[in-house]
């Protein structure tokens, strides 16, 4: 029988900030190694060495496993998270590049940024991420694949095909592959919520092509800047952003009418877009003699500060909880890390190796219960011990029920006959340990939620996992 809890019945014992501080895993391009990094202190805790010029990182939705494509020795190094290892290699193609998880983490899809040496041809490994074996491979057209995405039910992936103007989609299920011509240079995507679109940047043509999933057909495309590159969509899916690189601006496109409503300035070489969790900020990192973030209130479409970074800023992360940007400086040794609330960059972490590129939040760390409880109508609990990732894994659905976010939870791998259920690092439930549990967060709309499972009163936990409920 599933279990229903409701949030406002039993506060646990609040923990210090850093409770489920989670850690971040960064290639280094020229260091042939993956920093891994404890958020709670800003430091680098160890190094994982990987093969020749690691690019690209993907993560598994549990974080237990992570997957680094390696781009000159033609290898997918595969990461133990909590072990913090390097536990395999996997051969691939020449020049893996952009790679993505499936939304089930039962397969890795692989693009490269070279051909199979038969003219027209660009392959794309499916990897087994328990196996670490490789499926099948899918031949697309062309010979330079630049990002993948899936839809939200993990049925078709979306990949932009830089080389052949098409965003080709295949058939998570048959393997089909279906193009669809686009503009000059499809270079990055987005998404919306939904899965419903698909927005690509036209890096030669100066446009952004809109896709139906539904009928997977072109249904727009909209003149932006020159060379767009990055795009994001807002978390409310009114609006899209793309990065010019050559007008050094902002094109910000109405999903409605598909047209742009505004043109922002930045700084040199706009790369990447980012939004805060509310959506009211976009953050923009201009690579080029710039070295800085624009910053960008959506309400007005106006840049309400620039906050200078290292030196050629270009991916960025914002954490769950919506409280720091991370950025990689590509041509340094150092991530950024920006405060939202006070816009300003409150650590600099160094020694990350040289050229830091792509970024993934791994398992939290080690959650330190605080001195005092908060007030609660029930008994005050014992403190719980500290809790380190154990040998139990847990998996998490974020679902609604008559609009209500409900947090569907599975685990296996506990011994004990209870487990206790944290939610942000406080004990909402011990419950019989029947590997099932429903939250009812007491909540509707858009919001995230950390969540682990420990044997009760123990320090044998699970990995955390993040629910994300969208709008």
Same mark, same amino acid.
């Given at each position: 029988?599933?279990?229903?809890?409701?949030?406002?019945?039993?506060?646990?014992?609040?923990?210090?900030?850093?409770?489920?501080?989670?850690?971040?895993?960064?290639?280094?391009?020229?260091?042939?190694?993956?920093?891994?990094?404890?958020?709670?202190?800003?430091?680098?805790?160890?190094?994982?060495?990987?093969?020749?010029?690691?690019?690209?990182?993907?993560?598994?939705?549990?974080?237990?496993?992570?997957?680094?494509?390696?781009?000159?020795?033609?290898?997918?190094?595969?990461?133990?998270?909590?072990?913090?290892?390097?536990?395999?290699? $996997?051969?691939?193609?020449?020049?893996?590049?952009?790679?993505?998880?499936?939304?089930?983490?039962?397969?890795?899809?692989?693009?490269?940024?070279?051909?199979?040496?038969?003219?027209?041809?660009?392959?794309?490994?499916?990897?087994?991420?328990?196996?670490?074996?490789?499926?099948?491979?899918?031949?697309?057209?062309?010979?330079?694949?630049?990002?993948?995405?899936?839809?939200?039910?993990?049925?078709?992936?979306? $990949?932009?095909?830089?080389?052949?103007?098409?965003?080709?989609?295949?058939?998570?299920?048959?393997?089909?592959?279906?193009?669809?011509?686009?503009?000059?240079?499809?270079?990055?995507?987005?998404?919306?919520?939904?899965?419903?679109?698909?927005?690509?940047?036209?890096?030669?043509?100066?446009?952004?092509?809109?896709?139906?999933?539904?009928?997977?057909?072109?249904?727009?495309?909209?003149?932006?800047?020159?060379?767009?590159?990055?795009?994001?969509?807002?978390?409310?899916?009114?609006?899209?952003?793309?990065?010019?690189?050559?007008?050094?601006?902002?094109?910000?496109?109405?999903?409605?009418?598909?047209?742009?409503?505004?043109?922002?300035?930045?700084?040199?070489?706009?790369?990447?877009?980012?939004?805060?969790?509310?959506?009211?900020?976009?953050?923009?990192?201009?690579?080029?003699?710039?070295?800085?973030?624009?910053?960008?209130?959506?309400?007005?479409?106006?840049?309400?500060?620039? $906050?200078?970074?290292?030196?050629?800023?270009?991916?960025?992360?914002?954490?769950?909880?919506?409280?720091?940007?991370?950025?990689?400086?590509?041509?340094?040794?150092?991530?950024?890390?920006?405060?939202?609330?006070?816009?300003?960059?409150?650590?600099?972490?160094?020694?990350?190796?040289?050229?830091?590129?792509?970024?993934?939040?791994?398992?939290?760390?080690?959650?330190?219960?605080?001195?005092?409880?908060?007030?609660?109508?029930?008994?005050?609990?014992?403190?719980?011990?500290?809790?380190?990732?154990?040998?139990?894994?847990?998996?998490?659905?974020? $679902?609604?029920?008559?609009?209500?976010?409900?947090?569907?939870?599975?685990?296996?791998?506990?011994?004990?006959?209870?487990?206790?259920?944290?939610?942000?690092?406080?004990?909402?439930?011990?419950?019989?340990?029947?590997?099932?549990?429903?939250?009812?967060?007491?909540?509707?709309?858009?919001?995230?939620?950390?969540?682990?499972?420990?044997?009760?009163?123990?320090?044998?936990?699970?990995?955390?996992?993040?629910?994300?409920?969208?709008?």
């Amino acid at each position: 029988m599933k279990k229903y809890h409701l949030s406002l019945l039993l506060i646990g014992f609040a923990f210090a900030s850093s409770a489920l501080a989670q850690t971040l895993f960064v290639p280094a391009r020229y260091s042939d190694e993956v920093a891994v990094i404890d958020t709670s202190t800003n430091q680098v805790v160890t190094q994982i060495p990987v093969g020749t010029f690691p690019i690209r990182i993907a993560m598994t939705p549990n974080r237990l496993k992570a997957f680094v494509s390696n781009g000159t020795s033609a290898s997918i190094s595969v990461l133990d998270t909590v072990a913090r290892t390097n536990t395999a290699t $996997i051969p691939v193609n020449r020049v893996p590049g952009e790679s993505a998880i499936t939304p089930d983490g039962n397969r890795l899809f692989v693009l490269h940024q070279h051909g199979t040496g038969i003219p027209n041809q660009c392959p794309v490994e499916v990897i087994d991420t328990a196996t670490n074996q490789i499926i099948t491979t899918v031949i697309i057209p062309g010979h330079w694949a630049k990002e993948i995405l899936f839809t939200p039910d993990g049925r078709f992936a979306y $990949i932009a095909n830089f080389s052949n103007d098409t965003v080709d989609v295949i058939d998570t299920t048959t393997y089909g592959v279906t193009s669809i011509p686009v503009g000059d240079g499809p270079r990055r995507l987005c998404m919306s919520a939904t899965g419903d679109r698909v927005y690509v940047t036209n890096y030669n043509g100066g446009s952004v092509s809109v896709i139906n999933t539904a009928t997977q057909q072109l249904i727009a495309t909209i003149p932006v800047g020159l060379s767009p590159e990055g795009i994001g969509i807002t978390p409310n899916g009114q609006e899209v952003y793309a990065g010019n690189l050559r007008t050094d601006n902002v094109s910000v496109i109405n999903t409605a009418t598909l047209t742009v409503v505004a043109t922002i300035p930045t700084g040199d070489r706009p790369q990447r877009v980012v939004f805060s969790n509310d959506g009211s900020e976009a953050f923009v990192t201009n690579a080029g003699t710039s070295n800085n973030v624009s910053v960008i209130n959506t309400a007005t479409h106006a840049v309400i500060n620039t $906050i200078p970074v290292g030196d050629n800023p270009f991916v960025m992360l914002v954490n769950p909880n919506g409280t720091k940007v991370y950025v990689t400086n590509s041509a340094d040794t150092t991530i950024s890390v920006i405060d939202i609330p006070s816009l300003t960059v409150s650590a600099t972490i160094p020694d990350v190796g040289s050229a830091p590129f792509d970024l993934a939040f791994g398992p939290s760390g080690a959650p330190t219960p605080t001195a005092s409880p908060t007030p609660s109508p029930t008994p005050t609990p014992t403190a719980t011990p500290t809790a380190t990732p154990g040998p139990i894994q847990l998996t998490g659905r974020a $679902i609604r029920i008559q609009g209500m976010n409900i947090s569907r939870l599975g685990w296996r791998g506990a011994t004990s006959a209870n487990v206790d259920v944290y939610r942000d690092g406080n004990v909402i439930a011990t419950t019989p340990n029947d590997g099932a549990y429903d939250d009812s967060t007491g909540t509707s709309g858009q919001v995230s939620f950390m969540y682990q499972v420990c044997e009760a009163g123990t320090e044998t936990c699970s990995n955390t996992v993040t629910l994300d409920f969208g709008p």
